[in-house]
């Protein structure tokens, strides 16, 4: 079987910036998703159509085909005294958020000045090339359930 939408796929995979340090891997040696239903970034799900179990590749994830690239007006200055009562604002920090059209969002302290605290809102991995080394493990067909849900379910997927 190829990977093909509503296919459940496993995979492996090790995560590295452009420098090679490792950003992220799969844990406990395998990752799940139900493949066209938008689980993943963009540039890996084209990258993994048509491959069966058991191909083993590297690929490079542009920014625009993975989290997107930095957008200047998801950093913001925002009032000190918005933080009150809070003693870990530090660069670094991250806080859920409320976007202008109510989405929750993670947004990141990225500078403390004297009476406002710089925010980033976009994602830790906008703007970076993402450089994946996979292993497609196993494929099957996604159930009726998985595929009205959008996700895997069972082990290592979504339990309900």
Sequence with gaps: MQIEPNAVVTLHYTLKDNDGAVIDQSEDGSFLYLHG???IVPGLESALAGKAAGDEFSVTISAEEGYGTKDPERIQEVPKEMFEGNDEIQVGVQFHAQSPDGQAVVVTVVEVKDDVVVIDGNHA???VDLNFDVKVVEIR??????????????PHGHDH
């Design 125 to 127: 991995l906008a703007g």
């Design 37 to 39: 239903a938008m689980n």
């Design 141 to 154: 067909a996604a159930s009726e359930e998985e595929i009205s849900h959008g996700h895997v379910h069972g």
